[in-house]
Nanobody, 121 residues
């Protein structure tokens, strides 16, 4: 069984920074793409950033230049460094990973439980 566990959310003032982490655990062959999504109250879940296992990144327009996604393949962990945070970044942030259980099976999407990020003075 595979689990994705996020950490690092919290309350921060506008203009501040936070770093989210998400570690994949369990028994599997490899984690391919990993990413972060967020969902604010009353809104649909939106893509924040993704990263492939050869470190190609993609960012949503609203976070470009402020957020940085990275990963440590040895630790099966993805990070999201969030700088110059704004009130509109307030949301639950979810980690996503496409996990290959083993070479005989198709992969699938796994999600973390979510971590709350609140930007407020």
């Amino acid at each position: 069984q595979v689990h994705l566990v996020e950490s690092g959310g919290g309350l921060v003032q506008p203009g501040g920074s936070l770093r989210l982490s998400c570690a994949a655990s369990g028994t599997f062959y490899r984690v391919n793409n990993m990413g972060w999504y967020r969902q604010a109250p009353g809104k649909q879940r939106e893509l924040v950033a993704t990263i492939t296992n050869d470190f190609t990144t993609y960012y949503g327009e609203s976070v470009k230049g402020r957020f940085t996604i990275s990963r440590d393949n040895a630790k099966n962990t993805v990070y999201l460094q969030m700088n110059r945070l704004k009130a509109e970044d307030t949301a639950i942030y979810y980690c996503n990973g496409y996990v290959i259980p083993d070479l005989r099976k198709d992969g699938g999407d796994y999600w973390g439980q979510g971590t709350q990020v609140t930007v407020s003075s």
